[in-house]
């Protein structure tokens, strides 16, 4: 048998990765020198404390549960050898961005058909604005990514393959998944149940798998979830964050239109708590407090859910709002509002025809991509919205969109040729999406400014 041809040099996954970091290197230069703004401030505080030896504590030295402990945890490791400089924490991001493109490009090369699927999906990461914004700050949204990217392939091999060590994995990455973003725990059990019925050896094996992979999560998580209860005073799992961010989407103050800006006010809206409350306090009258508000106001909070969703998956704002925040240099209305058309724009591409590519392609990957929309929808509906917060769901889309624009040829007989339940289920999606862009807009941009 001869050998295979070898393939074109743009498709090998060292030179994608090389085109990942060269780009991520030579567009990060204007951001090294700007200090930390918005949630960057807490990352790099705690980074910085830890590095001293301060532990995981507020600047006035009390422990704190706050934030998820990794991506601190992380600045900290370099801040150790750099001292503390925010530029050495977004190089280190650039570094981990890379190699989430290398992962995007895994998950990408296990959906069946066109052999280039992979690489094309490995160089539209690469390119990604949304991508390599997120690889120049000191959010946690390139290691949160990085952590449920590994997850999601050692799930899907777990469910075909043989042995421990995929199911070993894919618990260890979905419990560092949870150190670095807390609201990762409500996807564990819809994953788990994926995971027991999508195993092909039956359901009985895939319930072995699923056990095993819950086990480490909770042996993993649970030395830090004990520290919490220890210094919080009450049971705290990962971090208050998540609750007081329920509280911000559920509030007298909540802003209608633009529910995310509540974190923006000033003075910024509070559980009712008292001064130096404990973690524990905090998290319970967060909790407390915006469930009374949704008592009061159902149909405000009804009314909102659709709102946030579209917000959720509506138009881009992360790299927008990094121009405005002065990331890359002296804040410019002009270039925001260019970095928003293309990163909204490359962002409307990719959920459409990573709809399309769910459809032609549809599979138990697909199915473990629409588990992991739902879930976010899930948690953003009832709190507060913003393109932000999907950054989790686009890790496959990649390759489902890949596929679809390879397959453009032959996309009225593909369709034609998709069972009728299937072509409705498309349509209604790609109809509810659009629908959700025009709401973003008209409502949340358009109607905002001028109200």
Not at 146 to 174: D, F, H, T
Request: charged share 15%; hydrophobic share 55%.
């Amino acid at each position: 048998m001869p050998d295979a041809p070898p393939q074109p040099r743009w498709r090998r996954p060292l030179a994608i990765l090389a085109g990942a970091l060269l780009v991520r290197l030579l567009t990060v230069v204007p951001a090294l020198p700007t200090a930390p703004f918005s949630d960057e401030i807490a990352f790099h505080s705690l980074g910085q404390r830890l590095a001293a030896g301060q532990g995981f504590s507020t600047t006035a030295g009390r422990p704190t549960c706050w934030r998820p402990p990794l991506w601190p945890a992380a600045l900290a490791a370099v801040y150790r050898v750099t001292g503390p400089a925010p530029a050495a924490g977004r190089l280190l991001n650039v570094l981990l961005g890379t190699a989430l493109v290398g992962l995007i490009l895994l998950l990408a090369a296990q959906l069946p058909g066109d052999p280039r699927r992979a690489a094309l999906a490995g160089w539209w990461a690469a390119l990604s604005p949304t991508l390599i914004y997120y690889s120049h700050t000191l959010f946690s949204e390139t290691l949160f990514g990085l952590c449920l990217a590994l997850s999601l392939l050692a799930l899907l091999r777990a469910s075909g393959e043989s042995g421990r060590g995929w199911p070993l994995l894919a618990g260890l990455a979905l419990a560092l998944a949870c150190l670095t973003r807390g609201s990762t725990l409500v996807l564990l059990p819809p994953a788990l149940v994926w995971l027991t019925f999508a195993d092909q050896r039956g359901w009985r094996h895939g319930a072995g798998q699923a056990v095993l992979v819950a086990l480490l999560v909770a042996a993993v998580i649970a030395p830090w979830a004990a520290r919490n209860h220890r210094v919080a005073g009450g049971p705290v799992l990962v971090d208050s964050n998540g609750a007081v961010n329920f509280f911000y989407g559920n509030n007298p103050r909540t802003p209608r239109l633009r529910p995310w800006e509540a974190m923006e006010q000033q003075p910024l809206p509070w559980p009712q708590v008292r001064p130096g409350a404990p973690d524990a306090e905090l998290q319970r009258a967060a909790l407390t407090d915006a469930a009374v508000y949704v008592r009061a106001f159902p149909a405000r909070f009804l009314l909102g859910l659709p709102l946030k969703t579209a917000n959720l998956w509506g138009l881009n704002r992360g790299l927008a709002g990094g121009v405005a925040s002065g990331l890359y240099g002296p804040a410019s209305t002009p270039l925001a509002l260019l970095a928003a058309a293309l990163d909204s724009a490359e962002g409307l591409a990719l959920l459409l025809l990573g709809l399309l590519g769910l459809a032609l392609a549809w599979g138990r990957l697909a199915e473990l991509q629409v588990l992991v929309m739902l879930y976010l929808t899930l948690i953003h509906a009832a709190s507060y919205g913003h393109s932000r917060y999907r950054f989790g769901a686009l890790l496959l889309l990649y390759g489902f969109g890949a596929g679809a624009l390879l397959a453009r040829p032959t996309w009225r007989a593909d369709l034609a040729a998709l069972p009728r339940r299937r072509r409705r289920a498309l349509g209604w999606a790609v109809a509810g999406l659009l629908g959700l862009w025009a709401v973003d807009l008209l409502v949340s941009e358009i109607g905002a400014r001028l109200g």
